[in-house]
């Protein structure tokens, strides 16, 4: 399915197909001293693993998403730490100039591994009549910061458009990230009680260690080939 849509895509002008060719170049030097025994389509089928049914919605109010319950920590803590891990990662790629290309990895790694979390544990299972219109601006917004990263993924830092382009796409998480915290978590913690939310983030904890098992190769594989629309949710 995947690759039918990259076929059609070729045909035309997108930043899907350029990204294509640059991101083989990128992806074998970035792999460098990496390997991975585990194909593309395998690592995926793995990281959907975790079921959606999984984690039962409650209508119980009032509920706190501590970090823990029994040990774990809450699906919202886990994403809030990504948020600020992204937030320290663009602060270095401006200061430190001779590791851009190092530092922008680690970005890339860390935002395609937030966006699969979210796009395949996290928003269906908090999927509701009242965060819907939430998601679906959220995944919208993911599929904007894919395509940046997609674009960013063949640049040099020594390119004089590169920080323009981190800074595009510094905003646009920095827009994604205040919905999530402004609008969407106040939203879930009316809909879980802390069990639960322990238990979606032992969930996508888990998807994060398959993610990263399968290697940077396989994370940027996956960002260019989801340039295309946002994520179904
Ligand atoms: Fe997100």
Known sequence: MRVARKTKKTSGSSSSRRSTGRSNRRTTSRSRGRTSSRSASSRRASSRSPS???????????????AASGGGISAISLLEQQHRMVDKLFERIKAERAKR????????????IHADIEEKI?????????????LYEAVEEHLSV?????????????????????????????HHVREEENTLFPEVRKMFDAGELVDLGRRMMQMEQQLRQGG??????????HTDQSAPI
């Open 52 to 66: 959606r049914t999984g984690t039962t919605r409650s209508t119980s109010k009032g509920a706190s998403n501590g």
């Open 101 to 112: 290309d190092q530092i922008f990895d680690e970005i890339c790694t860390a935002l395609v």
């Open 122 to 134: 996290f928003y269906p299972s908090v999927k509701a009549r009242r965060t819907e219109e939430t």
């Open 146 to 174: 894919k395509r940046v990263l997609a674009d960013l993924v063949d640049m040099e830092p020594s390119n004089p458009k590169y920080m323009a382009k981190v800074e595009v796409l510094k905003e646009l998480v920095k």
């Open 216 to 225: 940077e190769s396989e994370l940027v594989r996956d960002l260019v080939e």
